[in-house]
Nanobody, 127 residues
């Protein structure tokens, strides 16, 4: 069974940090573009960040640039999202994704490019 499993969410104060992890099982990430999406209460799902299968491209939503860092460890079949200087508006359920349709140097911030989704992990930023 092919699946992605997130971990690392939780409650953090504004200005704090969290690192989300997403482990793949049943397949390797080597040939997949991967990324993170989030959905805040009452809002549409949005792309947060992505990284190409080659690692040669990364993209970030404007709202998280300079604060979040995406990375991948293909040997561990795991992707990460390091989130620093968290703000209340970062509160959401975060989903990791993987897709094999894009070329090795591309990734996308649109959900229809990704075939595999994790179950989501909740991040709450509150004082």
């Amino acid at each position: 069974q092919l699946q992605l499993v997130e971990s690392g969410g939780g409650l953090v104060h504004p200005g704090g940090s969290l690192r989300l992890s997403c482990a793949a099982s049943g397949f390797t990430l080597d040939y997949y573009a991967i990324g993170w999406f989030r959905q805040a209460p009452g809002k549409e799902r949005e792309g947060v960040s992505c990284i190409a299968s080659s690692g040669g491209m990364t993209r970030y939503a404007d709202s998280v640039k300079g604060r979040f860092t995406i990375s991948r460890d293909n040997a561990k079949k795991t992707m990460y999202l390091q989130m620093n200087n968290l703000k209340p508006e970062d509160t959401a359920v975060y989903y990791c994704v993987a897709g094999a349709r894009l070329d090795q140097d591309s990734c996308a911030m649109t959900s229809d490019e990704y075939d595999y989704w994790g179950q989501g992990t909740r991040v709450t930023v509150s004082s």
